[in-house]
C-alpha cells in the first residue's frame, strides 16, 4: 500500500481532540475519573488541538486528577489554564476540594508579585509612639535601656535582613523550577508524538514538586524574617 494511504488510514482512524474531549467529558458524567483523566490528558498534548480545546482538556484533566488525589499532575493541568486563559472560572458546582485547590493554584502564581520581604518601616516607627516625657527626661530613657540587652535588637534585625534575604533567594530558585515546569508543559503540549509528551509531562511534573519545595523553604524564611524584624522593634 502506497505510504500515503497508509497515512491517510491512520489520520481517519485517529480519534480526534474532539473525540477525546467528547470520551474524557462523558467519563466525568459516568464518575470514572481514571478514564476521564486519560482521554483528557491525551486531548490536551495532542498537537492538532486549538487553543480551546487545550484550554478545556486541560481544565477538565485537572478536575478529574485532583478527584483522584494526583495533586501534581492537577496543579499542571490548573497551571497551563491560568497562563493561558488567566480569566477562565470553574465550572459550575465543583466539590470544595477542586475550588480551594485551583485557588490555591491561582495564588501560587501571583505568588511572585507579593513576595517582597516584610518592610521594618513599621517596626521603626514605634519608638516614635512612646510618650513625650521619655523623650524629655534623658536620665529616664537611659534607665529604661538595660545594657545586658541593649545589643539583642540590632542582632535581631541583621538576622531579620538576613533571612529575608533567604527567603528571597529561595523563592528565585522556586520561581526557576516553576519556568522550567511551565516550559516543560508547553513542550508537552506541542510535542507530535505521544512518547515526548510524556516525557516532556514527567519532567514538568519532577519540576513541579522541586519548585513547591523551594517555596516551601521560601515562606518558612519570610515567617521567620518578619518574626524577628518584629521582635527586633520591641527591644
Same mark, same amino acid.
Given at each position: 500500500?502506497?505510504? &500515503?494511504? @497508509?497515512?491517510?488510514?491512520?489520520?481517519?482512524? /485517529? %480519534?480526534?481532540?474532539?473525540?477525546? @474531549?467528547?470520551?474524557?467529558?462523558?467519563?466525568?458524567?459516568?464518575?470514572?475519573?481514571?478514564?476521564?483523566? +486519560?482521554?483528557?490528558? *491525551?486531548?490536551?498534548?495532542? %498537537?492538532?488541538?486549538?487553543?480551546?480545546?487545550?484550554?478545556?482538556?486541560? &481544565?477538565?484533566?485537572?478536575?478529574?486528577?485532583? *478527584?483522584?488525589?494526583?495533586?501534581?499532575?492537577?496543579?499542571?493541568?490548573?497551571?497551563?489554564?491560568?497562563?493561558?486563559?488567566?480569566?477562565?472560572?470553574?465550572?459550575?458546582?465543583?466539590?470544595?476540594?477542586?475550588?480551594? +485547590?485551583?485557588?490555591?493554584?491561582?495564588?501560587?502564581?501571583?505568588?511572585? !508579585?507579593?513576595?517582597?520581604? !516584610?518592610?521594618?518601616?513599621?517596626?521603626?516607627?514605634?519608638?516614635?509612639?512612646? %510618650? #513625650?516625657?521619655?523623650?524629655?527626661?534623658?536620665?529616664?530613657?537611659?534607665?529604661?535601656?538595660? %545594657?545586658?540587652?541593649?545589643?539583642? $535588637?540590632? *542582632?535581631?534585625?541583621?538576622?531579620?535582613?538576613?533571612? $529575608?534575604?533567604?527567603?528571597?533567594?529561595?523563592?528565585?530558585?522556586?520561581?526557576? +523550577? $516553576?519556568?522550567?515546569?511551565?516550559?516543560?508543559?508547553?513542550?508537552?503540549?506541542?510535542? /507530535? +508524538? /505521544?512518547?515526548?509528551?510524556?516525557?516532556?509531562?514527567?519532567?514538568?511534573?519532577?519540576? !513541579? @514538586? #522541586?519548585?513547591?519545595?523551594?517555596?516551601?523553604?521560601?515562606?518558612?524564611?519570610?515567617? $521567620?524574617?518578619?518574626?524577628?524584624? @518584629?521582635?527586633?522593634?520591641?527591644?
Amino acid at each position: 500500500m502506497h505510504p &500515503l494511504a @497508509i497515512s491517510a488510514l491512520l489520520a481517519v482512524a /485517529q %480519534p480526534t481532540p474532539a473525540e477525546h @474531549i467528547d470520551r474524557g467529558m462523558r467519563a466525568l458524567e459516568m464518575l470514572d475519573y481514571d478514564v476521564a483523566a +486519560f482521554e483528557l490528558s *491525551v486531548a490536551a498534548t495532542d %498537537p492538532s488541538a486549538d487553543d480551546a480545546q487545550r484550554i478545556q482538556a486541560h &481544565l477538565y484533566a485537572g478536575i478529574a486528577q485532583r *478527584v483522584l488525589g494526583n495533586d501534581t499532575e492537577a496543579r499542571l493541568h490548573f497551571i497551563y489554564v491560568l497562563r493561558h486563559a488567566p480569566s477562565t472560572e470553574l465550572p459550575a458546582a465543583q466539590p470544595p476540594k477542586i475550588q480551594m +485547590f485551583w485557588e490555591l493554584v491561582r495564588s501560587e502564581l501571583s505568588l511572585d !508579585a507579593h513576595r517582597d520581604a !516584610a518592610s521594618p518601616s513599621t517596626a521603626r516607627s514605634r519608638p516614635r509612639d512612646r %510618650p #513625650t516625657e521619655d523623650a524629655a527626661d534623658p536620665s529616664a530613657a537611659e534607665a529604661g535601656e538595660s %545594657p545586658s540587652t541593649a545589643w539583642l $535588637g540590632p *542582632v535581631l534585625g541583621i538576622s531579620a535582613g538576613a533571612l $529575608g534575604v533567604g527567603a528571597l533567594v529561595l523563592a528565585s530558585v522556586g520561581a526557576g +523550577f $516553576g519556568l522550567a515546569s511551565q516550559e516543560k508543559t508547553d513542550v508537552a503540549a506541542r510535542a /507530535q +508524538f /505521544q512518547d515526548d509528551a510524556v516525557d516532556a509531562l514527567t519532567g514538568a511534573r519532577d519540576d !513541579a @514538586i #522541586t519548585a513547591d519545595l523551594w517555596y516551601a523553604g521560601a515562606l518558612a524564611a519570610g515567617a $521567620g524574617a518578619g518574626a524577628l524584624a @518584629i521582635w527586633a522593634a520591641l527591644e
